[in-house]
């Protein structure tokens, strides 16, 4: 399965919402009691995406805590690894006799096979936020066989870590349906916790040449679907923004078999393609709509668009049998953010 699954608990009756949640959390591998310590409602969101082995969740919590203890360890046997990015509000780990304070964007993890508490304290009238990665034992430790011994240290403020954050949110926001493309995601994701948790110098050469390369890619992308419309879009601000040098930017992007400005433009007559089949758009001239996609030159703007569609933008128009679909995927955006990816 590739597509996201959003579970809720304002899908489930108010009277019985917790109760149902806590059922849940009980059931399956990795199982954990789940006990609410907030005088207001109980309130749980989670987003699963499976990535080959890995699971990724996004999950939106009230004040709660998480134990998982050694009768459900010695239950359901399950031993894997999961690792927690704490976003927003303070996250409580305790294992044995260690503890980890999240406060803020920091990451920690722990073992399904150890027991373990975690509480998660959010801010004053909002919910705690993280993503967190369900990984087994043998595919974390193929890349990092050290991954135990720091998996539960507190990791803050590394590339790597704000690596695996966007890519996460960008592989949420925008889930591929093809499992290949999954299980590969899922290769990056490990090879990114690779670097952070003590990899073998042959998996950290690997993480460099793939996960990194493949989380600056789709940052790069992601940026040119949100900005191809702008007409001062150029190689040089592209770079700038994604922190990358231009040469580099080139050799990105020259993976997906376009050039720079292959790209750009095939965006911007996607875009305005779907502003031509929008019967809400009729009122706007071609000159108009060349230029909200981002070209400043009309004739240029009619000449790529008959080669790409076979007719100009005119003709397009009045065709009535047209839709948006004719045009090509439309624009999927992250939310409001910076693309923080470091240097290369």
Not at 313 to 319: D, R, Y
Request: net charge positive; aromatic share 8%.
């Amino acid at each position: 399965m590739g597509s996201l699954l959003v579970f809720s608990s304002n899908q489930l009756p108010e009277c019985d919402r917790f109760d149902l949640w806590r059922e849940t959390a009980s059931s399956g591998p990795g199982a954990v009691d789940v006990a609410h310590v907030d005088r207001s409602p109980f309130f749980g969101r989670v987003e699963w995406l499976p990535l080959g082995n890995i699971d990724a969740y996004r999950v939106s919590f009230s004040a709660v805590t998480f134990t998982r203890s050694r009768r459900w360890i010695d239950r359901d046997g399950f031993d894997g690894f999961s690792f927690h990015i704490n976003l927003s509000g303070r996250s409580e780990t305790s294992r044995r006799k260690d503890r980890t304070v999240l406060d803020g964007f920091s990451a920690t993890g722990y073992s399904y096979g150890q027991p373990f508490e975690a509480a998660l304290i959010p801010p004053a009238g909002r919910y705690c936020e993280s993503l967190n990665l369900v990984i087994p034992r043998e595919d974390m430790l193929q890349k990092a066989p050290q991954a135990e011994r720091f998996m539960g240290a507190l990791h803050a403020n590394q590339a790597p870590l704000r690596l695996l954050s966007r890519y996460l949110m960008l592989l949420s926001n925008t889930p591929a349906e093809d499992s290949r493309l999954n299980h590969l995601a899922g290769n990056h994701v490990l090879d990114l916790l690779a670097l952070l948790l003590g990899p073998t110098r042959d998996a950290e050469h690997k993480a460099k040449l793939h996960g990194l390369r493949a989380v600056r890619l789709a940052a790069l992308k992601r940026y040119l679907h949100d900005h191809h419309h702008h007409p001062r879009l150029s190689v040089a601000t592209a770079a700038r923004a994604l922190n990358i040098s231009e040469r580099y930017l080139h050799d990105l992007i020259a993976e997906t078999g376009e050039s720079f400005t292959e790209m750009v433009n095939r965006l911007r007559l996607e875009r305005a393609c779907r502003l031509l089949c929008d019967p809400r758009q009729r009122h706007l001239r071609i000159g108009e709509i060349a230029f909200a996609s981002g070209f400043n030159d009309l004739s240029y703007f009619n000449r790529l668009f008959r080669r790409r569609f076979g007719e100009t933008p005119g003709t397009f128009k009045t065709g009535a049998h047209r839709t948006p679909e004719d045009c090509g995927p439309p624009d999927r955006r992250d939310p409001p953010g910076a693309l923080d990816i470091g240097h290369d």
